[in-house]
C-alpha cells in the first residue's frame, strides 16, 4: 500500500489544504509508504512569478514538516525533479479521450469565458495529475473534496491503460477523503471553497496568520443573524454556519454536532471568540515553525534533493515496464 498526495506552490498554504489534506496525511504516513509531492508542474498551468514559484516550492515543503510530515519515513520532493511525471503524462494522455476531460468541472470553472485563450496545460491537468500517482503505483491518494473528481478520472485512465496493454499494471488508485472538513469553505461566502486563487485575503486564514490576523479575519468572516442551532440537521440551510462549525469541529477532532451542543443557541459574538482561540492554538505554532524552517533553506533544499532521490527510485522501473508494455524502446 503506497500514498501520493501533493499540493501546489500557488500563494501561501492555507487551513484548507491543512485541514482537509496535510492534517491527515501527518497519520497516514504511519501505516502507509507516503510520497508527499509539491507539484510546481501544475502550478505553471497559471502564469507564475519564477522567483515566487520557487520560493512557494521551499514554502510548501515547510509547511509539510511544520505539520508533523517526517522527511525520514516519507518521501517530500518536487515534482519537476522527477521527469518521469511529464513522460507519464504524455503516455497517458494519449489514451485519454477528450470526452473524458470535457467533464472535469475544475477546468470549467479556472478557465471560465476564457475557454479558448487558457493554456492547453490547465486542460490536460488531470491527465498529469493521474500521471503522479500512477507512476508510483500508489493505491491511495489522501485529499480534499475538490479532488474527487479528478481522482475518478485518475481510475478511469488506469484502467483504460490496463485494458489497452491487456494486463494489470496500474492499481486503480482510492481516494481518502477524511475528516471534519473536507471542503473548507471561504468565510466571505459560504457557498464557495475556500482557496488559494480567490482575490481577498480574508476568504482564507493562512497557516503563516499571526494570531491578529486570525482573530480579524474570523471577527469580519460572515455569518448570518440567527443563533446557532441545536442539532446538525439544521446547518445546510446556513452555509456559513455549517462552515464555521465544520472549522471548529475539524480542530477539535470531534463530531459537529459536540460542537451543537456547547454553542447552539448561542450567538456568533460568542461562538466566534471561541473559534479564534480554537484556530490560534492549532494555526499559529504551525506558522512559526514554517519561519524557521524557511530561515534554513539549505535544510529545504537538502530534503528536496534526497526526497527527489527517492522519488526516482521507486519511479524510474515503473516507468521503465510501462513503456515496454506500449513497445516504446528505452535506450
Ligand atoms: P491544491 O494545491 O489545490 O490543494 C492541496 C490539497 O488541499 C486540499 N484542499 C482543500 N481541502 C478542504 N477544503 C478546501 N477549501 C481545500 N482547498 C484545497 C485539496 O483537496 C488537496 O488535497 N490537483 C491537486 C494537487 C495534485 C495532487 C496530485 C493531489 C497534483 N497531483 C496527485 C493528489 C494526487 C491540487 O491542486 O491541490
Known amino acids: 500500500m503506497r500514498i501520493f498526495s501533493g499540493v501546489q506552490p500557488t500563494k501561501n498554504p492555507h487551513i484548507g489544504n491543512y485541514l482537509g489534506a496535510i492534517r491527515n496525511w501527518v497519520d497516514l504516513?504511519?501505516?502507509?509508504?507516503?510520497?508527499?509531492?509539491?507539484?510546481?508542474?501544475?502550478?505553471?498551468?497559471?502564469?507564475?512569478?519564477p522567483a515566487e514559484l520557487a520560493a512557494q516550492t521551499r514554502e510548501v515543503v515547510a509547511a509539510y514538516l511544520a505539520c508533523g510530515i517526517d522527511a525520514e519515513r516519507s518521501i517530500i520532493f518536487?515534482?519537476?525533479?522527477?521527469?518521469?511525471?511529464?513522460?507519464?503524462?504524455?503516455?497517458?494522455?494519449?489514451?485519454?479521450?477528450?470526452?473524458?476531460?470535457n467533464r472535469m468541472t475544475q477546468f470549467k470553472d479556472k478557465a471560465g469565458k476564457n475557454r479558448d485563450s487558457v493554456g492547453l496545460g490547465l486542460y490536460?491537468?488531470?491527465?498529469?495529475?493521474?500521471?503522479?500517482?500512477?507512476?508510483?503505483?500508489?493505491?491511495?491518494?489522501?485529499?480534499?473534496?475538490?479532488?474527487?473528481?479528478?481522482?475518478?478520472?485518475?481510475?478511469?485512465?488506469?484502467?483504460?491503460?490496463?485494458?489497452?496493454?491487456?494486463?494489470?499494471?496500474?492499481?486503480?488508485?482510492?481516494?481518502?477523503?477524511?475528516?471534519?472538513?473536507?471542503?473548507?469553505?471561504?468565510?466571505?461566502?459560504?457557498?464557495?471553497?475556500?482557496?488559494?486563487?480567490?482575490?481577498?485575503?480574508?476568504?482564507?486564514?493562512?497557516?503563516?496568520?499571526?494570531?491578529?490576523?486570525?482573530a480579524n479575519k474570523l471577527k469580519k468572516a460572515k455569518t448570518?443573524?440567527?443563533?446557532l442551532p441545536y442539532e446538525t440537521a439544521d446547518l445546510?440551510?446556513?452555509?456559513?454556519?455549517?462552515?464555521?462549525?465544520?472549522?471548529?469541529?475539524?480542530?477539535?477532532?470531534?463530531?459537529?454536532?459536540?460542537?451543537?451542543?456547547?454553542y447552539g443557541g448561542k450567538n456568533f459574538s460568542e461562538f466566534k471568540?471561541?473559534?479564534?482561540?480554537?484556530?490560534?492554538?492549532a494555526i499559529v505554532p504551525i506558522g512559526d515553525k514554517m519561519r524557521n524552517?524557511?530561515?534554513?533553506?539549505?535544510?529545504?533544499?537538502g530534503i528536496l534533493v534526497k526526497g527527489a532521490h527517492r522519488a526516482r527510485e521507486i519511479a524510474t522501473p515503473i516507468l521503465a515496464e510501462t513503456h515496454k508494455l506500449l513497445g516504446i524502446l528505452q535506450f
Open 293 to 301: 524552517y524557511m530561515a534554513d533553506q539549505a535544510y529545504i533544499d
Open 29 to 49: 504516513q504511519r501505516d502507509f509508504q507516503s510520497i508527499f509531492c509539491v507539484v510546481d508542474l501544475h502550478a505553471i498551468t497559471v502564469p507564475q512569478d
Open 78 to 101: 518536487n515534482q519537476a525533479s522527477v521527469a518521469g511525471h511529464a513522460q507519464l503524462g504524455w503516455l497517458l494522455s494519449c489514451q485519454t479521450p477528450l470526452g473524458w476531460l
Open 273 to 281: 471568540p471561541a473559534l479564534t482561540d480554537a484556530m490560534v492554538a
Open 224 to 227: 448570518d443573524p440567527e443563533p
Open 124 to 214: 490536460a491537468y488531470p491527465v498529469l495529475m493521474a500521471a503522479d500517482i500512477l507512476l508510483y503505483k500508489a493505491t491511495h491518494v489522501p485529499v480534499g473534496e475538490d479532488q474527487k473528481q479528478h481522482l475518478e478520472l485518475a481510475r478511469d485512465i488506469a484502467g483504460a491503460f490496463n485494458r489497452l496493454v491487456g494486463v494489470e499494471h496500474f492499481p486503480l488508485p482510492v481516494p481518502q477523503i477524511l475528516g471534519q472538513a473536507t471542503r473548507v469553505m471561504s468565510l466571505r461566502d459560504g457557498t464557495k471553497k475556500m482557496s488559494k486563487s480567490e482575490e481577498s485575503d480574508l476568504s482564507r486564514i493562512n497557516l503563516m496568520d499571526s494570531a491578529d490576523a486570525i
Open 236 to 262: 445546510p440551510t446556513r452555509p456559513e454556519a455549517e462552515n464555521l462549525v465544520g472549522i471548529m469541529a475539524a480542530l477539535q477532532n470531534c463530531d459537529p454536532q459536540k460542537i451543537l451542543n456547547q
